[in-house]
Nanobody
Framework: QVQLVEAGGGLVQAGGSLRLSCAAS????????MGWFRQAPGKEREFVAA????????GYVDSVKGRFTISRDNAKSTLYLQMNSLKSEDMAVYYC??????????????????WGQGTQVTVSS
């Protein structure tokens, strides 16, 4: 098991930036594929971005390509999501997730075994 704790959410104006982080503990971080998901009120949880164990592979939902960047620091056991040019439609609770068995977790939440508690991102227009 791995414990995941997100941080960095908050209130930002449209067009602004936030950097989310996800601190992992419990097992060797580099053995997990990681992902970011988000859930807005009344909507299903949505894939945002994913990164492989060694950061060689990344993927994004089309709506955030060119604006968001996923990265990881295995030495610090931390996952990041840099979010630029934020829009009102980005407003949601953001969750990080870890996949024990996969090199790259991809976009399906079913591929992930462990989830953080979430951090709220609010975008004001």
């Amino acid at each position: 098991q791995v414990q995941l704790v997100e941080a960095g959410g908050g209130l930002v104006q449209a067009g602004g930036s936030l950097r989310l982080s996800c601190a992992a503990s419990g097992r060797t971080f580099s053995t997990y594929a990681m992902g970011w998901f988000r859930q807005a009120p009344g909507k299903e949880r949505e894939f945002v971005a994913a990164i492989s164990r060694s950061a060689d592979d990344t993927g994004y939902v089309d709506s955030v390509k060119g604006r968001f960047t996923i990265s990881r620091d295995n030495a610090k056991s931390t996952l990041y999501l840099q979010m630029n040019s934020l829009k009102s439609e980005d407003m949601a609770v953001y969750y990080c997730a870890a996949s024990v068995s996969r090199w790259y977790g991809g976009s399906s939440p079913l591929h992930y075994d462990n989830w953080g508690q979430g951090t709220q991102v609010t975008v004001s227009s």
